[in-house]
């Protein structure tokens, strides 16, 4: 299982606002793919996943606030669950 | 020239140590729990363990602010220094310094620090200390390649010379000031040739060979034992990450990354080369790995379960004590 979170990358580790899922729960991906945008208090980044496998659930709800850090989805492999 | 068993043993293991931490701590800044920042320096294992490995524990050391390696090397435990990372109480400065400030004075580590260049000043201090107080020890002061183009770099490189100072220059040289090639931004293209300029033996060598770094450091430090004053060492690295962790790193391509690390690997040529001399089997190179990895797992663990600083400690080393304000 991967966990897909949102990377504390500056110095200061303020929440980010999730814009945008571009994976829905269910939706099979593959490594690479773009599961989200978020926009930090300077710009907006792209979050992917690593692995392949089936997305789980949407653990923040678009326009919601995501401490740094967080795991926003998990990629699950075949016979895994949440 | 064939490795000694015992001494190649622990170097190797010294350089897993530092690789398995950078490669955790990175992992855990993402998430996250590292404040301030963090300087990974995967890939310049054997600059650090190369120079301490050559020295005697009570030198004294200035680095910089990617000094994990140094610290590492100069033997502070890992979990202290995984503590120190994470600002807890249990850290080298009581969590108040975090990835750039580790220091252990009374160990030789007169600390990291976040200002470009200010590491061989620092030493070249130590060094005048030694020198006035007739001890039998040298300074070490590590400097990046960015560092190599402020001038306080040069006036303590000066100021060694003259004096004649116990002091060993190491240019931790990764190649890349942040995003910047060393090549774009440095007048003349050699750095040991500008060292050379002020009068001292200046070397350019191979930071990725773990014994020509000791070699060359054990060296310089009979040289300035001797009397005979300090030395300038270029050591030709390569960091694998990124400046600082979570960078995008669009200045390089992947290919120069991959280069690096399948053929100049210093890890895997230095255990190759133990393996290939019958001084390390491949059973103990997996055993030593398996080992490395637990004792920073406990590391993490042991910074997770301490406390962070108490608030009512804040002013503590603030001032010397004059002004009241600290205990």
């Known amino acids: 299982m991967e966990e897909v979170f949102v990377p504390a990358v500056g ?28 926009e930090t208090d300077k ?40 | 020239m064939t490795t000694d068993s015992k001494w190649g043993k622990e170097t190797l293991r010294q350089m897993l140590l530092i690789r398995n931490f950078e490669e955790t701590a990175d992992k855990l800044t993402l998430r996250g729990k590292v404040p301030g920042g963090m300087h990974n320096s995967s890939g310049q294992e ?41 600002t807890k109480a249990t850290g080298c400065s009581g969590g108040r310094g975090a990835s750039m400030h580790l220091a252990d004075v009374e160990n030789g580590h007169f600390g990291g620090n976040g200002i470009v260049g200010a590491g061989v000043g620092i030493a070249m201090g130590a060094a005048v200390g030694i020198k006035q107080m007739g001890h039998k020890k040298v300074a070490v002061g590590f400097v990046g390649d960015g560092g190599v183009n402020t001038g306080r770099t040069w006036e303590a490189v000066n100021m060694a010379v003259i004096y004649k100072l116990p002091l060993i220059i190491i240019v931790d040289n990764n190649q890349y000031a942040v995003e910047t090639f060393v090549e774009r931004v440095t007048g003349g293209n050699d750095i040991a040739k500008r060292g050379a300029g002020f009068g001292l033996p200046s070397f350019t060598i191979d930071g990725q060979d773990v014994e020509e770094v000791h070699k060359y450091t054990l060296e310089a430090r009979n040289r300035a034992l ?102």
């Open chain 1, 11 to 38: 110095m200061a580790m303020d929440n980010v606002v999730l814009l945008e899922w571009l994976k829905n729960p269910g939706d099979q991906v593959t490594a690479g793919d773009v599961i989200a945008i978020i």
């Open chain 2, 226 to 327: 001797a009397g005979e004053g300090p030395t300038f060492i270029n050591a030709l690295t390569y960091r694998y990450y990124g400046h600082n962790v979570g960078e995008k790193g669009q200045y390089r391509t992947q290919e120069e990354i991959a280069d690096w690390r399948s053929h100049r690997d210093p890890i895997d040529r230095f255990s190759a080369k133990l393996i290939s001399e019958g001084a390390l089997t491949q059973a103990d190179y997996e055993a030593m790995i398996n080992s490395v990895a637990k004792e920073i797992e406990e590391a993490v663990d042991f910074a997770e379960k301490s406390p962070l600083p108490d608030v009512s400690t804040i002013l503590d080393g603030v001032d010397s004590g004059l002004l009241g304000a600290s205990k």
């Open chain 2, 46 to 86: 054997a600059v650090a363990v190369g120079v301490m490995s050559a020295l005697d524990p009570k030198d004294v050391i200035a680095t910089t602010h990617r000094s994990h390696h140094h610290t590492i090397a100069k033997g502070m435990p890992v979990n202290i220094v995984m503590a120190e990372l994470f």
């Open chain 1, 43 to 82: 710009t907006t980044m792209d979050l992917t996943c690593e692995t392949s496998g089936t997305l789980g659930a949407h653990r923040y709800a678009i326009n919601s606030e995501v401490p740094a850090g967080q795991t926003i989805a998990v990629v699950l492999a075949p016979g895994e669950s949440e």
